[in-house]
């Protein structure tokens, strides 16, 4: 379960650098989440930046799980 909830927080962490990259650079196009949904593509700086957070706190968090 660990290995999971660590994987999970990984793959949103790179969601949010992968949207970064894209909003700077233009790059990683189809790694990103974010940019396919309507209502987020307004803030995706901002969304991005929370996935990148959220990812690093669940890879934290899942530090806490006995296993």
Do not use: C, P
Request: charged fraction near 15%.
């Amino acid at each position: 379960m660990k290995k999971i909830v660590e994987t999970i927080g990984f793959l949103v962490f790179i969601q949010g650098v992968g949207g970064l990259l894209y909003e700077w650079t233009g790059w990683f196009r189809l790694w990103t989440v974010v940019r396919h949904i309507d209502f987020l593509s307004d803030r995706a700086l901002f969304v991005n930046i929370v996935l990148i957070v959220t990812g690093a706190a669940v890879m934290i968090a899942a530090d806490a799980i006995k296993t």
